[in-house]
């Protein structure tokens, strides 16, 4: 391992991030804190907080990485085609994210700021990022419909992917495969779908 001296801020910020995203994967949210990061990376507490302002700010960083990585395969897994196509592409790409990386996606939603701080606006531009490929995409099937409208309806459909992933990947649902949680999912799209782009003839 490299001496303490070798590695800038930077590289040091990096190594949290990374120590922390796998204590997260393999034991889980609760497990992470900052003398358990410290140690893995061989540096004291101290020099965690040189690059992080608090435990906050630091889970605030990894759950912006968790971001990115749902992003990138959003992205990857949704080619260009229909827009009706791309949204359920888009809703089945994200259970299977979050199947796949359980105990990072549940992190965003189980870590919350004290009520008395504010969710830095870096990160809530992440957030919304997941929310603007859907309203782009119900934009363009139902394009008379006021932009504002439009906006609360691809919260309204992404809240309820999202409702359906926690209920099955929390066992909150009846004992079901992924396949049939999948077929759930098709269903909401295709009616919410079939439902917002009527709104072209009505």
């Known amino acids: 391992m490299a001496r303490r001296s070798d590695h800038s801020l930077e ?6 991030l990374e120590a922390a995203r796998t204590i997260v994967i393999e034991e889980g949210f609760a497990a992470l804190k900052v003398r358990r990061i410290a140690l893995e990376i061989g540096y004291t507490v101290g020099s965690i907080y040189m690059v992080f302002t608090n435990m906050g700010d630091l889970i ?17 897994k949704t080619p260009e085609c229909a827009p009706q196509e791309r949204v359920l592409k888009l809703a089945k790409s994200y259970l299977e994210f979050a199947s796949q ?16 701080e504010s969710i830095p606006v870096w990160y809530q531009e ?17 394009p008379d419909v006021d932009q504002s409208e439009t906006r609360s309806a691809a ?48």
């Open 11 to 16: 590289e040091i910020k990096n190594m949290v």
């Open 60 to 76: 605030m960083h990894v759950k912006a990485r968790t971001l990115d990585e749902l992003g990138d395969q959003l992205d990857e």
């Open 101 to 116: 990386n359980y105990s990072l996606w549940s992190m965003i939603f189980e870590h919350r700021l004290p009520d008395d």
């Open 126 to 142: 992440k957030v919304d990022q997941a929310f603007v490929r859907v309203e782009k995409l119900l934009g363009l099937l139902a």
């Open 155 to 202: 919260r309204a459909i992404w809240s309820g992917v999202h409702g359906i992933c926690i209920l099955s990947l929390t066992n909150t649902l009846d004992d079901v495969g992924i396949k049939d949680v999948e077929n759930n999912i098709v269903l909401l799209v295709e009616n919410f779908i079939r439902g917002w782009a009527g709104q072209v003839d009505a």
